[in-house]
C-alpha cells in the first residue's frame, strides 16, 4: 500500500509539472518567440510580460514553491523536531517537485529574455536543478535509516549477512546459489526451493532485497565520495540564486510592482 501511495504521488508530481508546462506553452508560445520590441503589440503582452497579472504571479507563486521546497527539506533533514516525520526520501522527492515547478514558473516569469544579474541568477537556478536531479540519483543509491543518516559500510553488509541467515534458516535458500539466477528466471528457481504460494512474494522480494544490497556495497563508497563532491556544486549555485532572488525581490518592491497587492 505505501508503495502504491509513493508511485502514486511520483506520477502527481510529474503531472503537475508537465502539466503546468504545456499550459503555459498553450497560452503563451506566440508571444514568447517575438523579439523584446514586437511584444508591446502582442494582445497578451499586458498580460504575459514580466510585470503582468500572469507573469509577476509566476514569478511570486515560483519563488515561494522554490523557498517553501528548500527550506521545508533542510527543516526536515537538519532539525531534531522534524527528524521522525516522514522518510526523508519522501522530503527528498517533494522538495525536488516544488522546486522543480517553481524553477518552471520562474522561467516562464522571465519571458525567456533576460540579461545582467538575473541571467546569473536563472543559470544559477538551472545549474542547481541539473544538479538537484543527479543528486537525487546518487542519494537513493546510499543506504539510510528512516531519519536520513547514511549507513557505514559495514552496517549494510550486517544487513545483508542478516537477510542471508533468515533466507537459509528460515526458507533453505542459499544466497550464493539463488544470486547466480537471473531475474527471469527467479521464480521458477523460488517454486523449485518448495516455497508456499503464501511466502513466495516475500521471499521474492527478500532476495532482490539481498541483491539490492550487494550491488550497493560494490559502489557504496564511490557513491559517498561523489555524494561529497556533488554538495561542491549544488550548493554554492544554491547560495548564489537565493542572494540574487533576494536582490531581485527587493528591487522589484523598491520600484513598487505589487502585483495585485
Known amino acids: 500500500m505505501i508503495r502504491f501511495f509513493h508511485r502514486l504521488s511520483i506520477f502527481l508530481y510529474c503531472a503537475i509539472v508537465i502539466a503546468t508546462t504545456a499550459v503555459l506553452l498553450y497560452i503563451g508560445s506566440s508571444y514568447y518567440k517575438l523579439s523584446i520590441e514586437a511584444r508591446y503589440f502582442h494582445?497578451?503582452?499586458?498580460?504575459?510580460?514580466?510585470?503582468?497579472?500572469?507573469?509577476?504571479?509566476?514569478?511570486?507563486?515560483g519563488t515561494l514553491f522554490i523557498l517553501i521546497g528548500l527550506f521545508s527539506?533542510?527543516?526536515?533533514?537538519?532539525?531534531?523536531?522534524?527528524?521522525?516525520?516522514?522518510?526523508?526520501?519522501?522530503?527528498?522527492e517533494f522538495h525536488i517537485f516544488l522546486c522543480t515547478e517553481g524553477a518552471v514558473m520562474v522561467a516562464f516569469h522571465t519571458t525567456f529574455k533576460?540579461?545582467?544579474?538575473?541571467?546569473?541568477?536563472?543559470?544559477?537556478?538551472?545549474?542547481?536543478?541539473?544538479s538537484g536531479v543527479i543528486g537525487r540519483f546518487i542519494y537513493v543509491q546510499i543506504p539510510r535509516t528512516i531519519e536520513g543518516r547514511e549507513l557505514s559500510l559495514q552496517e549494510v553488509k550486517d544487513m545483508r549477512d542478516e537477510m542471508d541467515i533468515v533466507l537459509k534458516n528460515k526458507y533453505g535458500i542459499n544466497s550464493a546459489t539463488i544470486n547466480t539466477v537471473s531475474r527471469f528466471h527467479l521464480g521458477a528457481e523460488l517454486k523449485a526451493q518448495n516455497i508456499t504460494r503464501k511466502e513466495f512474494y516475500h521471499v521474492k522480494r527478500m532476495v532482490l532485497n539481498e541483491r539490492a544490497l550487494n550491488f550497493r556495497i560494490k559502489r557504496l563508497v564511490n557513491m559517498q565520495s561523489l555524494f561529497k563532491y556533488w554538495h561542491v556544486i549544488h550548493l554554492p549555485f544554491a547560495l548564489i540564486m537565493l542572494i540574487i532572488m533576494v536582490i531581485h525581490v527587493a528591487t522589484v518592491l523598491f520600484f513598487g510592482y505589487k502585483w495585485i497587492f
Open 73 to 92: 527539506y533542510m527543516a526536515r533533514k537538519r532539525l531534531k523536531t522534524f527528524s521522525r516525520v516522514g522518510e526523508l526520501k519522501y522530503w527528498l
Open 114 to 130: 533576460f540579461g545582467g544579474i538575473v541571467s546569473i541568477g536563472f543559470w544559477s537556478l538551472a545549474i542547481v536543478w541539473i
Open 43 to 61: 494582445p497578451y503582452h499586458q498580460m504575459l510580460d514580466s510585470g503582468g497579472l500572469v507573469g509577476h504571479g509566476l514569478g511570486i507563486i
